[in-house]
């Protein structure tokens, strides 16, 4: 009203009005991008309930931030759980993190070196029986050549044979853990 431009009140009027209309227009403006922004966000929760796929869930919370205006509070609290969301581990189908079955894999892999060197013993154990009895079986023949043997001695080699069968049988099927010293 001090403007000396300003000479006629409709002016002023028409001014005021104007002012009244444009603030009222920008305040629907702002709330209908505060429902988007609502609405974007909704999503995200919803994808990260369901556990679908947190790389999308924020991209949406990115979408709700920029709604939500560049630098307000309730933007820089969407940004930080994109963010959140971006880092999140992966899970696997019971709940558990990947990640955290790593000790699994590693311990699987340790029983599996175990269970390999104890089949790797087993294997050398059971050369060591063969040398024993390919062994004997040449000191049998031995005996046998030499004057004087009986059918005991047979008797006794085919024992030793049948032992040895046994002894080699009953070592692949054993389930016990190796234990080491």
């Avoid at 994109?82 to 696997?92: E, G």
């Avoid at 046998?144 to 009986?150: D, R, V």
């Amino acid at each position: 009203m001090s403007d000396p431009t300003m000479t006629d009140v409709g002016d002023v009027q028409g001014l005021v009005d104007g002012l009244l209309t444009s603030f009222d227009v920008i305040m629907w403006v702002i709330v209908g991008l505060l429902a988007i922004s609502t609405v974007f966000a909704l999503l995200a929760i919803g994808r990260l309930g369901r556990n679908a796929n947190p790389n999308m869930a924020g991209v949406f919370f990115i979408v709700a931030g920029l709604f939500a205006g560049i630098m307000s509070l309730t933007s820089i609290l969407f940004y930080i759980a994109a963010i959140m969301c971006f880092v999140r581990k992966a899970r696997n189908g019971n709940g558990k993190d990947l990640q955290d079955n790593s000790n699994q894999y590693r311990e699987n892999d340790r029983l599996r070196d175990q269970d390999s060197l104890r089949h790797d013993e087993q294997r050398i154990r059971e050369e060591r029986l063969r040398e024993e009895q390919q062994q004997r079986l040449m000191e049998e023949k031995s005996r046998q050549s030499q004057p004087g043997t009986t059918g005991d001695d047979f008797v006794e080699r085919e024992d030793l044979k049948r032992r040895a069968d046994e002894r080699l049988s009953k070592g692949n099927n054993d389930d016990t853990p190796y234990r080491p010293l």
